[in-house]
């Protein structure tokens, strides 16, 4: 998480570590390592209405669809892929073209979320947002992390819209809370160094909807990451993605 002035971009997965983590000396001024003025709630928070996944539902992908994920890094953040799901384009920092398969849907709520972020600058979050997120609330997000990443960057004395520094944080584990070929939410798990050695996690809600093309992810509600994130405690009942055991 990162604290700022405009609560419009405390942002995602990441971000929401920031209570945990204490990692309030850093450069970034816009959501991923500064805690919330906000207590996360004790859920995450939903955004619309959610149809519940059957605990017998094989349509989604669990444990033993995970073993072809590689995993990227990007500005520190360790990131899944996967050759067949997606993302297949990744040009300029961005990640698009998903599979329409509950691994693709996963896949892109990750990716997309995490570049939905003031951290890496206008040129990362501004055309993710503009072309990969959907909802009420898409542009109170792209306002939100606008202002954030500008009063960051003046801080900072940082230039030409570049990003404001890496953040380390791994993409640890998720929970399906409901899938369809059209639609999905999921839970997803981001883990980073907390107070005296121990990992702090947290965990983002993340809506994603399948337009014909690609997915797209739903904005927060009021543009506001930490509206969908909360501290976690236990990793029970999530599935932990290969090589974060």
Known sequence: MIRQGNRGCSCVLVLA???LAA????????????PSR?????HPATHGPVVQATPHDETRVGKAGLSGLRWVSYHG????????????HTAHGLASGYAD?????????????????????PHVFGPTIRAQLTGPDAAALLAGCQSA??????????ADGG????AYVLEEAFRWVSYTPSAATVDVVSAGPGAQGVTARAVTRIQVTWDGMDWKVVA?????????????????????FPGQE
């Open 17 to 19: 570590l920031a209570p």
């Open 163 to 166: 990003p404001l520094g890496n």
């Open 220 to 240: 927060p509600l009021n543009g506001d990451w930490a509206n969908a994130a909360s501290v976690l405690t236990s990793l029970a009942g999530y599935t932990v």
């Open 101 to 121: 398969t509950s691994l693709g849907a996963l896949l892109a709520a990750v990716d997309i979320a995490v570049r939905a972020n003031p951290q890496w600058g």
């Open 38 to 42: 906000h207590p996360s709630p004790a």
């Open 149 to 158: 990443y500008d009063q960051a960057a003046r801080t900072a004395h940082i």
């Open 23 to 34: 990692l309030a000396a850093a450069v970034v001024a816009a959501s991923f390592l500064f």
């Open 77 to 88: 953040v360790e990131l899944p892929a996967s050759p067949q799901a997606g993302p297949r």
